[in-house]
């Protein structure tokens, strides 16, 4: 009887697990082939975005943007890439300070380093931005921009995400990779302009995104030419050039894209601006917001949250006509497999 | 006898005009389809820039370059485009200070706009960086990025220079073209890093050069952004962001393309740190300095001009083995027919 029971048991689970990868191995075969955007549901905002690009890329059609026109603007955090429990490069600061700790002695007793080597994270929040700030400098400059690029890269291939256990670059959007190649098949230039470093995202968006590293525009620090052993190098300096946020995200895309983006997608009031500065050009365009609402398969946060906060963006969107993805209504997976 | 001479003389010059078009034709069609820098002589400089496209291309090769990590950088006045008798930004703040002298009649007593309504360049000069930096806020700020960019065109569109009665934009160089056609068919991505006002350059770059506005990197002054009759604009401000010159274009080249370029052109110890950025580099690299040789077809200049001055690119081209390009004898032609 028990011997039955297990049997029965073990075969109703195999029969599910077939269920299961049948279903799985339909999806990543057959629609993926038939459809660019698979991992999102068939629900309004795909449709929305298909019924978009159809328009702006049909010649015959009153909305048609030519080719060298066709430009898209991405944010970063919370928009490709995860965002909690805070901001990946600050965890990367994190660890550098850990790492750094022997060489700088003095950190034992000042905040708000001292917080993060005892793990204090309320010391460390009560040092503000300019804590911030500090640390940020402290980890960020002193090398070379080569060598900053091989510290960005050699974090990425150790540091674990403290919840799921992933590479941090692994925990990019699958839906928003899969964006992103559809754009590019339909001949959009497909750009990042993110508040977070721009040399922090360089080393890697080419393989990961797809987007080299001419096409991210971040915040950085003042660089210094210098030569070195007949070697022409950067010092990277212990001084912010600029923050690529709010109403600095539109200069920044005049400054380094020169044109306004025909889509433009963020997830924060931090995007406000750039999407105000893409739709609010002459002819169509597309405003997207990424909305937080999958508690079960990522997070879920908008209003009060000291990452990724939403709120105008929210209120305002439907007077904007921005397009608000729900993340556990419209995308059928989160992360790439 | 006079209508035989007549006669002989019509039919020598007809013989005459056939064997030179039977020429031209067969330059510009066998030539040119086999030959894509066919507006260079079979000088040295061709043949060193081909033997460094093969080696970077070839997939087989030592030196061999990612089609990623292809960047090529040129400067622009000089390089690209000719910048005698000044600067031809210069020329348009002068156009513009001129038909803006209505509007500002305190222009007619205040140096150095005084002396730019009388032609006195003397006191233009007499003002010096100074004098330059003002006349060139009071021209390029105050309006949105938008106006300013129509601004650009309609002058492009009706000044003509002094003396070559041409457009500015069609004193660009024909051999450069050629090049940058051809880096392009062999996957480099094209950039311009110049001294110049990138948002000078941006309206007309793609249509004469084939370089899109985000492939430009130059000066600029402040913007910010506003929101007017519920569009969002940016605004010029009176206040200069950044100046790319000498040492900073290696920092502006990794701020806006992020990689060390894998060639590098320029024609000025402006862009001497460029090329020592670019070759002192890992790999295989190649500097170039266009040298203006030609009193007869443009202007013959280096070590004592005020525009493109070049003195230690010319002295030093040598132990850096950078390729210094003679337009008298390497260019067959100048500017495009």
Chains 1, 2 share one sequence.
Not at 198 to 210: D, H, L, Q, S
Not at 252 to 275: C, K, T, Y
Request: hydrophobic share 40%; with cysteine.
């Amino acid at each position: 009887m028990k011997t039955t029971r297990k049997l029965l048991l073990s075969l109703t689970g195999a029969i599910l697990v077939m269920l299961v990868a049948g279903c799985a191995s339909q999806q990543y075969t057959a629609e993926s082939v038939a459809d660019p955007l698979a991992s999102w549901t068939d629900g309004g905002a795909k449709q929305r975005i298909i019924t978009f690009v159809n328009a702006v890329t049909d010649s015959s059609s009153p909305d048609f943007v030519a080719v060298s026109k066709r430009i898209a603007t991405f944010d970063n955090d919370g928009t490709l890439w995860a965002e909690k429990p805070t901001y990946f490069q600050l965890l990367f600061i994190i660890d550098r300070i850990k790492s750094m700790a022997a060489d700088n002695p003095e950190w034992k007793t000042t905040q708000p380093f001292q917080g993060v080597l005892e793990n204090d994270m309320a010391a460390v929040k009560a040092a503000g931005e300019h804590g911030l700030v500090e640390m940020l400098l402290a980890t960020h400059a002193g090398m070379t921009t080569d060598e900053f690029a091989e510290i960005v890269n050699d974090w990425l291939a150790t540091a674990r995400h403290p919840s799921t256990g992933k590479a941090y670059n692994q925990m990019v959007y699958q839906p928003m990779l899969e964006l992103l190649d559809y754009l590019r098949a339909n001949d959009f230039k497909v750009f990042i302009v993110s508040g977070g470093g721009v040399e922090f995202m360089r080393p890697w968006t080419e393989a990961v995104y797809g987007i080299p590293p001419d096409q991210v525009v971040g915040s950085s620090v003042e660089t210094k030419f210098e030569i070195r052993a007949g070697k022409a190098v950067l010092m990277r300096q212990p001084k912010i050039h600029f923050i690529d946020d709010k109403a600095t995200k539109p200069v920044a895309i005049n400054r380094f894209i020169g044109q306004r983006p025909v889509i433009a997608v963020g997830n924060s009031d931090g995007d406000f601006e750039m999407l105000q500065w893409s739709t609010t050009g002459s002819g169509k365009r597309l405003g997207i917001m990424i909305h937080h609402t999958d508690s079960v398969r990522e997070w879920a946060y908008d209003r009060n949250s000291s990452e990724g906060r939403l709120v105008r963006g929210l209120d305002e969107a439907s007077e904007n006509n921005w397009l608000i993805v729900d993340m556990a209504e419209d995308w059928r997976v989160i992360y790439p497999n």
